[in-house]
């Protein structure tokens, strides 16, 4: 047995880094079957039954099948690839009846959808045929260790005019209903948006039973002004259709509906004619699966629920409508049971009125499934957010401002502005002058609003809490990349220290994008366990496009790629990096 554990202990430290733990395990055990059958051969040489050819032979033989087995292991071990190209044009689009210019992807409006699997390995080849820089962002996808592809000016510089570049991400432990669209300038009230899928691999089960089907759906409140101010938009759009998209199903099936709102300013309420909506999902956590008539849908956010189909056959409309606006803007679609040739008729579900509070109480019942299995920012639940001390405190308070003449949007009085110099690269290679840390104070104050580059530094593995405290009389909706975090609180009026006593610190629902009422607060636990530089942002296009945004530099002063991967290749380069 010796020479055989010899044997065994080279091969495996020479192969184990280079495969994933579950493939280690099947190495091991695929090595002590191999040790067995190696000193059962000697033993039996040492019995004189065989030659040194002989054995030279045998040990050839298994030494050969163990590197082909090791081949084969090695190519399952990796997770699969999904490759997409995609040509990024303006075309023609008539989604309210009038001929437009919109962004198209592959000539489709909206965009192709992305459909894959945990972990999977996505690679996007974006061709540019704009004659002005484009990025897409990927919203709600984490980018564990790898900030290089979230696709904002912060991390990349932008594709160049008829050029391409490919995203090269893994949607690493990760479920739900995602979204993509142009992050620069105003891009993305064109067009240019799509959905992200990501299933849970085949030995997770989910906590329902598996829909018949699943309907994707985008809603968009529609406007390809650029202007400013930023005009009230003309139109609702489901899939890019104001009241003809449609859903076929079986009488007696359940369904799957992912909705999206893609929209720039405004948040719509969801609602089927006839028919109870089972909350299911909210941005990549399982919610507990209570029923609605409705549900608010705020910009960024995404939900999925499932629909029992156990009406009169017959058609039944499908209404995204705005909330907190005046007029109240709604586009149908139809929901058609198969076989049945009645057509739908109104009047349309009625909505929820204005009121902020009914939201808000709303908002507090989406809980988390504490007992779904499913990718949690607690890696394997190690650890409860309701009982991790917060190392630091951030209010993060939001204003509209004059800055030279011009109508900007703030943070904490500072008006972002984009360096021309992605902030990562400048971290990552050194470069002066680019921005400073601590540039925006923890706490809002009394002082004049100013132009900046934004950026807060936070050491990794840091646990956080942010408060989004709103002061104005319009909706807010906040984005954070590379995280997702717990919802934990929603009050009026101004946040100070005694409101903790009202957060949710049992069962509080993760997600990538909260919304914030008017005149009031919403507050968030974030585990900072991703290292990078991560764009938190106005999910509202036209505040985030006019400075409600900042940066937030995760870090620690290791470079490994444990913690964070180096810049790729292929990476852009622009500003300074390209021109020291």
């Known amino acids: 047995m010796k020479c055989a554990a010899q044997e065994f202990r080279f091969l495996r430290g020479h192969v184990t880094p280079l495969v994933n733990d579950v493939s280690r395990v099947v190495i091991s055990n695929l090595f002590l079957f191999c040790d067995i059958l190696f000193c059962g051969a000697e033993k039996s040489v040492l019995g004189g039954k065989y030659s040194a050819k002989m054995r030279q032979a045998v040990f050839l033989h298994f030494f ?8 084969v292991l090695c190519v399952k071990a990796e997770d699969p690839y999904r490759f997409f190209t995609w040509e990024v044009t303006y075309g023609e689009v008539s989604p309210l009846g009038v001929k437009q210019t919109g962004i198209l992807i592959n000539g489709q409006f909206p965009g192709p959808n992305v459909y894959c699997v945990t972990n999977d390995n996505v690679l996007i080849n974006v061709i540019n045929k704009f004659d002005e820089p484009l990025l897409l962002t990927w919203n709600g996808i984490k980018q564990k260790k790898n900030p290089w592809q979230d696709g904002v000016l912060g991390t990349n510089c932008p594709i160049p005019p008829n050029s391409n570049w490919t995203y090269k991400m893994q949607v690493k432990d990760q479920i739900g209903t995602f979204t993509y669209f142009p992050s620069t300038l105003i891009h993305r009230a064109a067009g240019g948006f799509g959905g992200i899928i990501i299933s849970a691999r085949s030995v997770i089960s989910v906590p329902y039973p598996k829909p018949a089907e699943e309907f994707t759906l985008l809603a968009l409140q529609h406007t390809l002004d650029s202007g400013n101010p930023f005009p009230f938009p003309n139109g609702i759009l489901i899939n890019g ?9 079986e009488k007696g099936q359940t369904y799957l509906f992912r909705v999206s709102n893609v929209g720039l300013t405004t948040s719509i309420n969801f609602r089927i004619q006839g028919h109870m909506l089972t909350l299911v999902e909210v941005e990549g956590s399982h919610t507990m699966q209570e029923m609605y008539e409705s549900l608010d849908i705020h910009v960024g956010q995404s939900a999925s629920f ?34 049945s040739n009645i057509r739908e008729s109104r009047p349309l579900p009625i909505g929820p009125t204005y009121h902020i509070h009914w939201s808000m109480k709303q908002a507090r019942t989406i809980r988390w499934n504490l007992t779904a299995n499913a990718a949690r920012p607690n890696p394997q639940g190690s650890f409860h957010y309701g009982t991790i001390p917060v190392v630091r405190t951030l209010v993060l308070a939001n204003s509209a401002a004059k800055i030279n003449g011009k109508q900007r949007y703030a943070v904490n009085q500072v008006s972002y502005v984009d360096p021309g110099t992605p902030l990562k ?22 002082s004049p609003a100013t132009l900046g580059v934004s950026v807060i530094g936070i050491t990794l593995h840091d ?20 995280y997702d975090f717990w919802t934990v609180g929603f009050g009026s009026g101004q946040w100070n220290s005694t409101m903790r006593k009202r ?32 764009n938190l942002r106005s999910a509202i296009w036209p505040r985030r496009y006019l400075g409600q945004e900042l940066y937030i530099r995760v870090w620690n002063d290791e470079r490994s790629l444990f913690t964070e991967y180096d810049a790729p290749q292929n990476a852009l380069l622009c500003g300074k990096a390209a021109h020291p």
């Open 425 to 446: 690269l400048a971290d990552y290679l050194n470069i002066p002058g680019v921005f400073n840390l601590n540039t925006i104070k923890d706490m809002p104050t009394p």
């Open 503 to 534: 957060y949710n610190l049992a069962d509080a629902t993760t997600r990538y994008t909260v919304q914030v009422y008017p005149f009031s607060w919403s507050a968030i636990l974030v585990s900072m366990d991703n290292k990078g530089m991560w």
């Open 463 to 482: 646990f956080v809490e942010i408060i989004f405290q709103n002061t104005e009389n319009t909706i807010q909706s906040w984005h954070l990349d590379g």
């Open 241 to 249: 259709l104001p009241d003809s998209a449609s859903f076929t199903g």
């Open 306 to 339: 499932l629909v029992t189909l156990d009406g009169s056959p017959k058609n039944y409309y499908i209404v995204a409508s705005t909330r907190f606006t005046k007029p109240i803007l709604t586009a149908t679609g139809i929901l058609h049971y198969a076989g």
């Open 64 to 71: 050969l099948g163990i590197l082909a087995w090791l081949c």
